[in-house]
């Protein structure tokens, strides 16, 4: 039986299933609205991610948001989290092992808000969700169509902030997105008025 939210919030709020439990300030399980057609999911949090409990609120989160009103999505209208909950020392990567004790957290989250459409921020999401067959340098842009949903990466918004000559296919990728999110019929009230803008 699906667990609902409450029990979810409980399970990462209580979890120890791996080190980087004991090492952060507090937990951040994600957040947004948790019907949304349009799911991202990024690495983990980072300091001030840490700081406030919230996904995607430092620079690069702030880079993330502007990404989204660039193809007319505002923030509170997609469900944004993290493949782990608990931020890593140092900001590291988290490890394969990490990653894995996290996993259960990561799909009980999708199969509660059930996106038609999931963006995969960065190599570690993309590792996590397609596997590590997948490298971003050659999979972001690209459609995958799995278990219903419709699957696409780009680069983290960090490593967008390191290296500017990325920016250029983020963008190319998210217009994909919000092409897809229009052939979908998904925040016609959005992205509708607007088409015309963008082709
Ligand atoms: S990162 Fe995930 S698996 Fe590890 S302690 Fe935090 S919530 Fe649990």
Not at 15 to 25: K, R
Not at 104 to 130: D, E, F, N
């Amino acid at each position: 039986m699906r667990i609902s939210w409450p029990e979810l919030w409980e399970n990462i709020m209580q979890c120890q299933n791996c080190s980087l439990g004991s090492g952060c300030i507090q937990k951040v399980p994600g957040q947004g609205d948790v019907h949304a057609p349009l799911m991202l999911i990024g690495e983990g949090p980072g300091e001030q991610e840490d700081k406030q409990g919230l996904a995607f609120v430092g620079p690069a989160g702030q880079l993330l948001t502007k990404m989204l009103s660039a193809i007319d999505l505002p923030r509170d209208r997609v469900y944004i989290c993290n493949v782990v909950k608990c931020r890593p020392p140092r900001n590291r990567q988290p490890s394969p092992e990490e990653m894995q004790a996290c996993i259960g957290h990561l799909r009980a989250q999708v199969a509660l808000v059930k996106p038609r459409v999931i963006l995969l921020l960065g190599a570690t999401a993309v590792c996590a969700v397609l596997g590590n067959d997948y490298r971003i340098t050659r999979c972001h842009g690209q459609w995958i169509e799995r278990k219903g949903y419709s699957i696409i990466a780009t680069y983290h918004p960090s490593a967008l902030l390191r290296d500017e000559s990325k920016k250029r296919d983020a963008w190319d990728d998210l217009k994909k997105v919000r092409q897809r999110l229009c052939e979908l019929s998904l925040y016609p009230d959005l992205l509708e008025d607007k088409k015309n803008e963008h082709a």
